[in-house]
């Protein structure tokens, strides 16, 4: 009898902590060994094969347009990120030539370019307000960091109402992106 008590405390006990667990034991990790890189990326998520384009692409299994991808660029003369312009001035430059190239159809404003340094490596947080052709409007988070003659670009992208509900886990995946 004493046995069964104990198991229906420890399963109540289980049960009322995992309601309360961070978002964070809701992530994933995904690692690159060959191209140096990993990030966390949310439960529930599934990489697509792409063709000629990123170096991978993970989406929500039931919003499929909500996305991560990893771009891998190589850099000039080994410029260092620092080298490459202020935040603000990369983050102008990413929006012109890859989020909103012309032509695209698509506007996009950055709406706040910073710094941060981890370990060694110079990291550019980005967030951009994005309008499709469609009138949709997307929210963009990006880092970008320089490694080994790389300019490595972890861009996650969602849309405006889910923004507003999950821009606190959003910011730890983008956050969580490293290259070694």
């Not at 690159?32 to 692409?57: A, H, I, M, R």
């Not at 000039?76 to 012109?96: F, I, Q």
């Given at each position: 009898?004493?046995?069964?008590?104990?198991?229906?405390?420890?399963?109540i006990?289980?049960?009322?902590?995992?309601s309360?667990?961070?978002?964070?034991?809701?992530?994933?990790?995904?690692?690159?060994?060959?191209?140096?890189?990993?990030?966390?990326?949310?439960?529930?998520?599934?990489?697509?094969?792409?063709?000629?384009?990123?170096?991978?692409?993970?989406?929500?299994?039931?919003?499929?347009?909500?996305?991560?991808?990893?771009?891998?660029?190589?850099i000039?003369?080994?410029k260092?990120?620092?080298?490459?312009?202020?935040?603000?001035?990369?983050?102008?430059?990413?929006?012109?030539n890859?989020?909103?190239?012309?032509?695209?159809?698509?506007?996009?404003e950055?709406?706040?370019?910073?710094?941060?340094?981890?370990?060694?490596?110079?990291?550019?947080?980005?967030e951009?307000?994005?309008?499709?052709?469609s009138?949709?409007?997307?929210?963009?988070?990006?880092?970008?960091?320089?490694?080994?003659?790389?300019?490595?670009?972890?861009?996650?992208?969602?849309?405006?109402?889910?923004?507003?509900?999950?821009?606190d886990?959003?910011?730890?995946?983008?956050?969580?992106?490293?290259?070694?």
């Amino acid at each position: 009898m004493l046995k069964r008590i104990a198991i229906v405390l420890l399963a109540i006990v289980g049960l009322s902590l995992q309601s309360c667990t961070p978002a964070s034991l809701n992530l994933k990790s995904y690692v690159n060994t060959y191209q140096g890189y990993e990030f966390l990326y949310p439960n529930g998520w599934v990489e697509v094969k792409v063709n000629n384009g990123p170096d991978v692409v993970l989406h929500d299994l039931i919003e499929e347009l909500e996305n991560v991808s990893v771009v891998i660029n190589p850099i000039s003369d080994n410029k260092t990120l620092a080298e490459l312009g202020s935040p603000t001035e990369v983050g102008y430059r990413l929006s012109k030539n890859a989020i909103a190239p012309p032509d695209s159809g698509r506007q996009a404003e950055l709406v706040s370019a910073e710094s941060r340094q981890v370990g060694d490596e110079l990291y550019y947080l980005l967030e951009y307000a994005i309008k499709l052709p469609s009138q949709q409007l997307r929210h963009t988070l990006a880092s970008v960091v320089v490694r080994r003659g790389k300019l490595f670009t972890f861009n996650l992208s969602t849309s405006e109402q889910r923004w507003e509900k999950a821009q606190d886990l959003f910011r730890k995946v983008v956050n969580s992106f490293s290259v070694y």
